[in-house]
């Protein structure tokens, strides 16, 4: 007993325990392990990275440098005052900052130390120490005034992300959809194969029963031979069946990215439960408006807004600025003296001053202007027009998906009369009171509706998922979805 119960728990171990999955947890698998998901997730992670990167501009930058000059030139700066070689050390300092405003405020610190050998007409450069501290100002009062040309790109920038965000969306939906399809095939191919199985065991019956009557002289052999014809039929309808099924597998497992030595998951979609279309679409609003719609109506405000920014890129500017620096000199001394009288204020200078800049109203101006308008003028007719058709497609696949609703009652109602037909037909068949042929017709009529109606039933889980490319949106135009 001991033996038998290991060797249970050894086949146990080698074969790895198939788990079932229904549509939910097959859709979320997929997300989590499929690289082409994975790669579209990576992607508007990289889209919104580069909305943040836009502000490179307000990053402060920091500057430091240190340097050491050894000048013998006869034309040397201390040269025509008797100096034969000059040596200098020296550091700077500075730190620059771009706001938001459109200002630009910059910190500049600088000190030397400059040693001079010969007789120098006046001995005081012959060493000497000297430092400076600064602070500069620039503002735009026109083109830039207040931050005007940051809060434009800052909303193209957000227009331009949420497109491009919203097009990796679509895309994932797009596969997901694709994947879902994959799975209600494989839905559809079990039950296909679960008929072909049974309507080669109820055409292995008939043959039996055939073949007992012909033995019995009750039926003639030309019954018999249809019957084998109608096996032979169902083998041939079982073999694609399987065909069909081992296509149907491989789709999940790519969908999956599952290896040929792990075990597929057992499906158990209810390929009977309908989902209205309303309950596919993401987003809380009152209209429903196709996704690529949705996206090309955020292509054409982020058009606008290009437009926009090219002509504030052309406008005339007038920059005020302005700069302040202190000043210290030092006989004798060293850059650390020279840096310890930053502060010193007692020799400053400054200056402000404003200038104007303007660039000529000349044809290549003027064609940049128009050229962005009349793309943005472009992008908003094609969002017009995604508007007109995201509206007819809603109003299409509503309407096919009640005529769909309205087949399957059909096909239902034809599947349930047509299996109630073939039982009959054997009843009377067992009786004698029929023939061979009227219980093969039955039969396979019975079979094909009820696969028809299966058929049926796939397409229109696969129509429900078409609605997952829709998107419900307030009436200003602004949704709400994945």
């Known amino acids: 007993m001991k033996k038998c119960a290991l060797l249970g ?4 171990a080698w074969h790895p325990q198939v788990f079932s999955i229904d549509l939910r947890e097959y859709l979320k698998v997929v997300i989590e392990k499929n690289k082409s998901v994975q790669a579209l997730d990576v992607s508007k992670e990289a889209a919104e990275d580069r909305k943040t990167s836009g502000d490179i501009e307000l990053v402060p930058v920091l500057t430091a440098g240190v340097g050491y000059l050894n000048d013998k030139s006869p034309l040397g700066q201390f040269a025509q005052l008797g100096g034969t070689q000059t040596t200098a050390k020296d550091l700077k300092l500075g730190l620059m900052k771009r706001f938001s ?37 620039e503002q735009s ?11 434009l790109r800052w909303e193209r920038q957000d227009a331009v992300t949420a497109a491009e965000v919203g097009k990796y969306d679509l895309q994932k939906k797009l596969l997901l959809i694709d994947a879902e399809a994959a799975y209600w095939d494989y839905v559809y191919q079990n039950e296909n194969l679960r008929i072909g199985r049974a309507s080669l065991e109820r055409a292995r019956r008939i043959e039996s029963w055939t073949r007992r009557r012909v033995n019995d002289g009750i039926s003639d052999r030309a019954d018999l031979l249809s019957a084998q014809a109608l ?20 789709r999940i497992r790519d969908f999956m990215e599952l290896g040929d030595s792990e075990p597929i998951p057992e499906i158990t979609g209810n390929i009977s439960q309908a989902r209205t279309l309303s309950s596919m679409v993401d987003g809380k609003g009152a209209r429903v408006v196709a996704l690529d719609a949705y996206l090309a109506s955020l292509n054409s ?6 437009a926009k920014e090219t002509e504030d890129g052309y406008r005339p500017d007038l920059v005020l600025s302005g700069a302040y620096n202190t000043n210290n000199f030092q006989v004798g001394k060293t850059v650390g003296d020279a840096a310890s009288k930053w502060t010193d ?9 404003l200038n104007l800049i303007y ?41 096919r998906y009640s005529e769909m609703n309205k087949r399957i009652d059909a096909a239902t109602q034809i599947a349930r009369l047509q299996a109630d037909a073939a039982k009959a037909q054997t009843d009377l068949f067992n009786k004698g009171r029929s023939i061979t042929a009227n219980v093969i017709n039955a039969e396979e009529d019975a079979a094909d509706a009820e696969l028809n109606l299966t058929k049926l039933k796939s397409e229109q889980r696969k129509m429900e998922a078409q609605a997952r490319l829709f998107i419900a949106v307030d009436e200003s135009g602004s949704g709400e979805g994945n």
């Open 9 to 12: 728990l050894l086949v146990l």
């Open 101 to 137: 405003t459109g200002t630009d405020v910059s910190i500049t610190a600088s000190a030397s130390e400059v040693e001079n050998e010969g007789t120098l007409l006046n001995p005081a450069f012959s060493r000497f120490a000297y430092g400076s501290l600064g602070v500069g100002l």
């Open 141 to 151: 009062l026109w083109k830039d005034s207040f931050g005007n040309a940051t809060s």
């Open 231 to 250: 096996v032979s039929a169902r083998q041939l309808q079982l073999i694609s069946a399987e065909d069909d099924m081992a296509a149907a597998k491989r």
């Open 301 to 306: 405000k982020a058009m606008s807004l290009v």
């Open 345 to 353: 204020t007692e020799l400053p200078t400054w200056k402000v001053g």
């Open 359 to 399: 660039l000529f109203d000349t044809d290549v101006k003027n064609a940049a202007q128009s050229a962005a308008r009349k793309d943005a003028l472009a992008a908003k007719l094609q969002s017009e027009r995604k508007m007109l058709d995201s509206e007819s497609a809603w109003v299409e696949i509503n309407r």
